[in-house]
């Protein structure tokens, strides 16, 4: 049995960056070896183990074969007999298919070392097309390493798995967890990739316009995204109730307009003096320097008022009297 450190945890070490977390892949072993050796075995599809101190994951080497569409349709091979190079070889990019063993030793059978010394994202194999979520994680990569080109090989690859169309079958959740890493990267880079090689539909319908995106807050990213594309933008995909209400916030101080009428005002505010959009508000506001001061002042001031003694009255003269004192305020604030 032998043991090798493999994917990120390498790259970034060659890269001259702080790996974030190791990944082990175990050559030679067999489920019931690591569960006497007392690792926890986890994995559903195909065995990944947990280390009983460390908690790090440790992966059995495995090969792949494709029996059908999306990502359920594979025949995994985790035999003793897998070796290192069959295992990184069906690996996404030549940088991410790199071992290092337990003596520091690398072994780099595809070329990943090259390719990080020439700033290329290049696919390992003909496996790249047995999943097509690794068209996402391409995008993914190119909006985290900022300075990284794709190689012509992997541009071709990425336009044949969007002819093929199986990005739809892929699951929201899988889709889902991919644009999260790239809305806290990059999100205009990935983005670009995604709409250059129409990987758009279905998750990503309605996507026009790239917007130049200001903010490193992931939920604003989405707004500036989705404002920018009739607030249509990958309905389909998005799951996040926090980038929901951050969304919902947006799309109404993007349409309020300072010389509505009172009626327009009121309405507007009593939808914005919700304590669920409080913090929400003033992280859409920075993004609004016109509208800050303004919206901000009504706002705080209502907030201040003690409506203690609204207490005895009926539902409706609570109404009529919140909103005469937002009424009021609005007055005052011109």
């Known amino acids: 049995m032998r043991i090798y450190k493999v994917g990120g945890a390498v790259r970034d070490k060659l890269m001259g960056l702080k790996p974030k977390d190791n990944d082990w892949l175990v050559v030679g072993a067999s489920i019931l070896e690591m569960e006497n050796m007392g690792f926890q ?106 300075d990284f080109s794709i190689h012509p090989d992997t541009e071709d690859a990425l336009q044949r798995i969007s002819k093929s169309e199986e990005i739809k079958e892929l699951s929201k959740e899988r889709v889902w967890v991919e644009t999260l890493k790239g809305l806290e990267l990059n999100f205009e880079r990935f983005l670009y990739i995604i709409k250059k090689f129409s990987l758009d539909m279905p998750w990503y319908d309605e996507l026009k316009v790239i917007p130049n995106i200001t903010s490193s807050n992931p939920n604003i990213k989405w707004c500036q995204v989705s404002e920018k594309n009739n607030f249509r933008f990958a309905e389909k995909l998005l799951t996040s109730k926090s980038i929901k209400k951050t969304l919902e916030i947006w799309s109404k101080i993007s349409r309020f307009d300072i010389s509505s009428s009172k009626k327009e005002k009121i309405s507007f505010f009593k939808s914005m003096s919700s304590q669920n959009y409080k913090k929400g508000i003033s992280e859409v506001l920075e993004c609004f320097p016109k509208l800050d001061n303004y919206i901000s002042k009504i706002l705080n001031d209502y907030a201040a008022v003690n409506f203690e003694y609204l207490n005895d009255l009926s539902s409706n003269e609570i109404i009529d009297a919140k909103n005469k004192e937002l009424k009021r305020i609005i007055e005052e604030n011109g």
């Open 41 to 146: 075995k986890v994995g559903k599809d195909f065995p990944i183990f947990l280390h009983s101190e460390t908690k790090e994951e440790y992966a059995l080497a495995r090969k792949e074969s494709k029996t059908g569409k999306g990502y359920k349709g594979f025949k995994f091979d985790f035999s003793p007999d897998i070796t290192l190079e069959e295992d990184l070889k069906r690996r996404d990019l030549t940088i991410n298919a790199i071992a290092e063993d337990q003596d520091g030793n690398i072994i780099d059978p595809y070329g990943g070392r090259k390719d990080i010394k020439a700033k290329i994202l290049k696919h390992v194999s003909e496996s790249f097309f047995e999943d097509p979520l690794r068209a996402l994680r391409v995008a993914r990569f190119y909006a985290q390493f900022e």
